[in-house]
């Protein structure tokens, strides 16, 4: 079955911009879809196939992709974007596979 | 504003069984496929289950197929999952998830709350 690897953390200072990538064997072929979990709350979808933001998420998130890494980031970072991010995969024979997770701290 | 609610999660000792409901608002519930994701506290996320929005598909992650099973009633606008043989790695916050599309494919749009299963004896 498919596996995605995110980095543990990363550590980003306010007004910066903080990059989660997520590696896949297979990913190159399937879209990625980025969710965002703060403390004690649900996720949240804010990135959706590849670069797409849903509406009422803020224009400094954004998602790319390359070969097989895909890559959100979020620019000028602010407080309140301290979460745990997730990418996520779909394909007929693996169904839904979550990446590792990546901790975003801001300093 | 969709809203999902979960409950049904609690103790429950290894080898039995439990059924969490999912009580949707907010939405057309029959034009969905809907999903189950679990999250051991502190871990990442995981798929369990998904059933298309007339049931003619499910899906199961291997870790509990043959042991969980999906359902869903459009009338009442709620999801069910029934987890049987219970193991202490079934232990985790159930999510009840909807996904975007009315087939089982791509991504989630909106989540519940959690309800918490805990297995153990």
């Known amino acids: 079955s498919s596996v995605l690897t995110q980095p543990p953390s990363v550590s980003v200072a306010p007004g910066k911009t903080a990059t989660i990538t997520c590696a896949g064997n297979?990913?190159?072929?399937?879209?990625v879809h980025w969710y965002q979990q703060k403390p004690g709350l649900a996720p949240v979808l804010v990135i959706y196939?590849?670069?797409d933001r849903p509406s009422g998420i803020p224009e400094r998130f954004s998602g790319s992709r390359s070969g097989n890494t895909a890559t959100l980031t979020i620019s000028r970072v602010e407080a309140g974007d301290e979460a745990d991010y997730y990418c996520?995969?779909?394909?007929?024979?693996?169904?839904?596979?979550f990446g590792t997770g990546t901790k975003v701290t801001v300093l | 504003e969709v809203r999902l609610v979960e409950s049904g999660g609690g103790l429950a000792q290894p080898g039995t069984s439990l059924r969490l409901s999912c009580a949707a608002s907010?939405?057309?519930?029959?034009?969905?496929?809907m999903h189950w994701v679990r999250q051991v506290p502190g871990r990442g996320l995981e798929w369990v289950s998904g059933?298309?929005?007339?049931?003619?598909?499910?899906a199961y992650a291997d870790a509990v197929k043959g042991r969980f099973t999906i359902s869903r009633d459009n009338a009442k606008s709620s999801l069910f999952l029934e987890m049987n043989s219970l193991r202490g790695d079934d232990t985790a916050l159930y999510y009840c998830?909807?996904?975007?599309?009315?087939?089982?494919?791509?991504?989630?749009?909106?989540w519940g709350q959690g309800t918490l299963v805990t297995v153990s004896s």
């Open positions: 907010g939405l057309t519930f029959e034009d969905y496929a």
């Open positions: 196939f590849d670069t």
């Open positions: 996520q995969v779909w394909d007929s024979i693996s169904n839904y596979v």
């Open positions: 297979d990913i190159g072929h399937k879209s």
């Open positions: 998830v909807k996904g975007e599309q009315p087939t089982l494919m791509y991504y989630f749009d909106s």
């Open positions: 059933i298309s929005w007339n049931s003619y598909s499910s």
